[in-house]
């Protein structure tokens, strides 16, 4: 009977975890794609010219984001919190997102502008990108003095940002197949809108593990 119990509860602890990295495999796939593209030399397109001619910030944008989104997913694990694998998986998670984080936000400041990206996209991009990286310097601040609660909330916000380009994809897939290609405007606000669900679901996960005992 214990093992019977036992079997669903570990399940569902593994739950988050495995929806968030498997969810993570979008951006994760398309960013192993884009640094084919710049080894093998192209194809260069309108789009893609501003990364070949400049390929470092986003290979350290690729890189980061997919250590951050990959590993950063079991630290969701009730499991692993209580073990020395959290404490050290964090010293690499943390970097990897604040990297990410500040090569986003480089790219969004000086990176020519390809067609379709528009002020407002741009804006979204700064804000959310911003944000992610201060959420990342408060959830450390807050582990160093030791509040667990604090250290949680941060983080989760800043993986749920971190990992937008996923709800970015299927939002706009929607869209594509319900609408049509979006506009300038319409393709800023399914971007920013997928940055404000994810946040949203960043506070339930926020409120039930909160609910729970660490």
Same mark, same amino acid.
């Given at each position: ?12 602890? !593994? +739950? ?14 398309? =960013? ?9 030399? =192209? ?41 020395? !694998? ?19 936000? !480089?790219?969004? +400041? ?10 407002? +996209? ?31 909330? !941060? ?17 706009? =897939? ?41």
């Amino acid at each position: 009977m214990t093992t019977t119990v036992s079997r669903p509860t570990t399940r569902r602890r !593994w +739950l988050v975890p495995a929806v968030l990295i498997t969810f993570s495999a979008i951006p994760v796939t398309a =960013g192993i794609v884009r640094v084919g593209q710049l080894v093998a030399g =192209g194809p260069i397109t309108e789009e893609s010219a501003r990364f070949f001619a400049s390929p470092v910030p986003l290979i350290l944008h690729i890189v980061g984001a997919t250590t951050f989104t990959v590993l950063g997913g079991f630290q969701f694990s009730r499991s692993l919190r209580r073990h020395r !694998w959290h404490r050290v998986a964090g010293r690499i998670v943390i970097p990897a997102g604040l990297v990410a984080a500040a090569a986003a936000l !480089w790219m969004a +400041l000086f990176y020519p502008k390809p067609p379709g990206d528009g002020a407002l +996209l741009e804006v979204f991009r700064l804000v959310f990108g911003t944000f992610m990286f201060v959420a990342l310097v408060l959830g450390y601040q807050a582990i160093r003095r030791h509040d667990v609660s604090a250290h949680r909330a !941060w983080l989760t916000r800043a993986y749920l940002v971190g990992i937008g380009a996923d709800t970015q994809a299927v939002l706009t =897939g929607i869209y594509v197949g319900a609408v049509g290609q979006p506009g300038v405007t319409a393709r800023a606000l399914l971007l920013g809108g997928a940055w404000v669900l994810n946040l949203a679901v960043a506070e339930v996960i926020i409120h039930r593990m909160r609910r729970r005992t660490p």
